[in-house]
T-cell receptor, first 115, second 116 residues
């Protein structure tokens, strides 16, 4: 079975450009999480969807960040305009249910570099 | 405030040594879940174990074992007879109902280096 799929795996862009990260969760999973990993802040939650609905976006750093989940098999995280401090690895994770009992499966991550 | 503390930033051991990675957590919820994830140099996050707050039984899986003690709010991870392939960053994480959707609250990680 395919795991969580993220694209692109690597993205290098210039400051001010729009960046779109993509995620395809595991089929049948109804919870989706976006995390960001940096050296300074470690792994932190950005936003959480349940049944395609954003439940909590309090972790989104600022209005430059937006996320959507138009259907159960696709989610995007967009940064517009991008800044060098957005450089990080962005992970998408999915789980079968809402609740800690359900293991979260992580994608391979997208390494974003903003110059 | 940091909810999951991994006090050891880096550990270096020689192959075949045993090593314990410490994890201390903080929560006010009575129901919660604890996890360990491994992040090898390739970067992906690999699930190792999940424990719920009502199950304090220690667990062993091959060379890996976990010690969960609610009295000290700790969930330590021991690798017996370490191998070079164990070199990775290990993350302890807490999942609780008061956190959005039981999202994972990660510690800062412990970087383990196993040398031949």
């Amino acid at each position: 079975d395919a795991g969580v799929i993220q694209s692109p795996r690597h993205e290098v862009t210039e400051m001010g450009q729009e960046v779109t990260l993509r995620c395809k969760p595991i089929s049948g999973h109804n919870s989706l999480f976006w995390y960001r990993q940096t050296m300074m802040r470690g792994l932190e939650l950005l936003i959480y969807f349940n049944n395609n609905v954003p439940i909590d976006d309090s972790g989104m750093p600022e209005d430059r960040f937006s996320a959507k989940m138009p259907n159960a098999s696709f989610s995007t995280l967009k940064i517009q305009p991008s800044e060098p401090r957005d450089s990080a690895v962005y992970f998408c994770a999915s789980s079968t249910g809402q609740g800690g009992y359900y293991e979260q499966y992580f994608g391979p991550g997208t390494r974003l570099t903003v110059t | 405030a940091q909810k999951v503390t991994q006090a050891q930033t880096e550990i270096s051991v020689v192959e075949k040594e045993d090593v314990t990675l410490d994890c201390v957590y903080e929560t006010r919820d009575t129901t919660y879940y604890l996890f360990w994830y491994k992040q090898p140099p390739s970067g992906e996050l690999v699930f190792l174990i999940r424990r719920n707050s009502f199950d304090e039984q220690n667990e062993i899986s091959g060379r890996y074992s976990w010690n969960f003690q609610k009295s000290t709010s700790s969930f330590n991870f021991t690798i017996t007879a370490s191998q070079v392939v164990d070199s990775a960053v290990y993350f302890c994480a807490l999942s609780e109902p008061s956190n959005s959707g039981y999202a994972l609250n990660f510690g800062k990680g412990t970087s383990l280096l196993v040398t031949p």
